[in-house]
Antibody
């Protein structure tokens, strides 16, 4: 079955970067876009960006432009999300989610289990 | 960017109640609207795609409707396992924005 397994929780100091991984299995990795979504404690879902695992092209939310980098490794079917210059407001659970497409519509399914990133001095 | 607004932000209901959640887009998105359910400590899961299509494995008590700017998610007979937070999300364009969520609590 399609499965996304993310890396473990991270604790980072303000100003440091963090890199979260998402390993895909159960499907052809390069056929489906991957999204990153984050959720601050007690808050809603925030779309961060998308990566095309085939060619590596990316689109980022304007809010994260210049601070986020999404990459992929096709040899291991893994996508990565690196966020730099961390601040306390970046404390959140970060999710990867695969794009599903049908008849021109798309949605996020499945999702990874989430990775908690805590930014604290 | 398209803004998605859900109402109410939270509601309390009894098991067996009919529950309706509304989602409004800041511009027309045709039927490019998805609904997700999220339980505490878990990742969201898809309920409805393309405004009204039920995801495989989702109970038929869930239904979605709407087009353009106004959409609804209805739970016909609320079950104990339905107490969760529900999010709408537009897939019309990028960024793929979400509503702020509706928490459904036990009354």
């Amino acid at each position: 079955q399609v499965q996304l397994v993310q890396s473990g929780a991270e604790v980072k100091k303000p100003g440091a970067p963090v890199k979260v991984s998402c390993k895909a299995s159960g499907y052809t990795f390069t056929r489906y876009n991957m999204y990153w979504v984050r959720q601050a404690p007690g808050q809603g879902l925030e779309w961060m960006g998308i990566i095309n695992p085939s060619g590596g092209s990316t689109t980022y939310a304007q809010k994260f432009q210049g601070r986020v980098t999404m990459t992929r490794d096709t040899s291991t079917s893994t996508v990565y999300m690196e966020l730099s210059s961390l601040r306390s407001e970046d404390t959140a659970v970060y999710y990867c989610a695969r794009e599903a497409i049908l008849r021109g519509h798309n949605w996020f399914d499945p999702w990874g289990q989430g990775t908690l990133v805590t930014v604290s001095s | 960017d398209i803004q998605m607004t859900q109402s109410p932000s939270s509601l309390s209901a009894f098991v067996g109640d009919r529950v309706t959640i509304t989602c409004r887009a800041s511009q027309s998105i045709s039927n490019y609207l998805n609904w997700y359910q999220q339980k505490p400590g878990k990742a969201p899961t898809l309920l409805i795609y393309a405004a009204s299509s039920l995801q495989s494995g989702v109970p038929s008590r869930f239904s979605g409707s709407g087009s353009g700017t106004d959409f609804t998610l209805t739970i016909s007979t609320l079950q104990p396992e339905d107490f969760a937070t529900y999010y709408c999300q537009q897939s019309y364009n990028t960024p793929r924005s979400f509503g702020q969520g509706t928490m459904v609590e036990i009354k």
